[in-house]
């Protein structure tokens, strides 16, 4: 069920197009993923959706209240300098009706509700961000690079905030350059590229529509004509003091079958990653 219809959505500055002809739904209780480089036109997608911005033309539907049911966590967070994060938690809170437990939201971001603001350090400063976006009770949530400036930890810690947020039923549009991240929490992803959507699938769905089978690495000193012939091999080169192999899902035991492991050193599995997926559908990297 679509609780999110984009149709046909472009959004103009002048002679400039940011969003040229985005179309998609999101349905409830997912999480959507919104990937592109930077000026793609992920982060005005996403404004016009909030109602930040008003779409030079096409339509976007949302089956919820903009003001009470949505949160919206944008790149950059700013507040006055002196205001302590218990009081601005306490201030957003009172925004809505039904609101969450804002000591709660601080617990699980780990931030003190007495520093003020001009004590925060980036990471700080942006899981506060996090923290005022959920403050509501949002049914759906916007958060754009949502663990940028975080440490390995904290982001982890904040996969498993939004893990959670998902299995309450909250809708989450996530806008990243971070593909483990939209690998790992996303449902479906839609590549943008130039105002436009490239793709949209599954993290899965993306990785299949670019991958070349299995990939092995290996080192050796035989011969590695045999395994040309192989019907499970598709290519075998030679890169410096590596051989690298592609073939079907069986290409590693006609591999082993031909070539014993005792023949062979630092032999590893390859898979492609939704980072060769995004460079191959956009040749260009994800930051």
């Keep these: ?49 909030a109602g930040l911005r008003t779409p030079s033309s096409g339509t976007v539907n949302v089956d919820a209240d903009l003001k009470q049911q949505v949160g919206v966590q944008l790149q950059d967070c700013s507040l006055p300098d002196k205001i302590r994060v218990g009081e601005a938690m306490a201030l957003y809170a009172s925004f809505y009706a039904r609101p969450a437990d804002w000591r709660e939201l601080l617990a699980e971001v780990g931030l003190d509700p007495r520093k003020s603001f001009a004590k925060l350090s980036g990471g700080q400063r942006q899981r506060l ?10 049914r759906i949530a916007i958060l754009d690079e949502l663990t940028t400036g975080l440490d390995p930890q904290a982001r982890r810690d904040t996969w498993e905030l939004i893990t959670r947020m998902r299995d309450r039923g909250v809708t989450v549009i996530l806008v ?3 593909m483990e991240e939209v690998e790992r929490l996303c449902d479906r992803v839609a590549v943008i590229s130039g105002g436009r959507v490239l793709a949209l699938d599954t993290p899965a769905g993306l990785v299949a529509q670019v991958s070349g089978g299995q990939r092995i690495v290996f ?12 019907p499970e091999v598709t290519g075998v080169t030679v890169d410096g003091d590596e051989v690298v192999v592609t073939g079907t899902a069986d290409v590693l035991t006609a591999v082993v079958n031909v070539l014993p492991a005792s023949q062979m050193s630092g032999l590893r599995m390859d898979r492609t990653t939704l980072d060769d997926a995004f460079l191959t559908l956009t040749g260009q990297p994800a930051s």
Excluded: Q, W
């Design 129 to 138: 961000s996090i923290a005022l976006a959920l403050v509501g009770n949002p």
């Design 219 to 230: 080192r050796t000193s035989s011969s590695v004509e045999p395994l040309k012939s192989l």
């Design 1 to 49: 069920m679509a609780i999110i219809t984009v149709e046909n959505l472009h959004k103009t500055y002048g002679t400039r197009v940011a969003v040229d002809d985005v179309s998609f739904s999101v349905d409830e209780g997912e999480i959507f993923g919104i990937v592109g480089r930077n000026g793609a036109g992920k982060t005005t997608t996403v404004e016009c959706i």
């Design 176 to 178: 990243s350059h971070f």
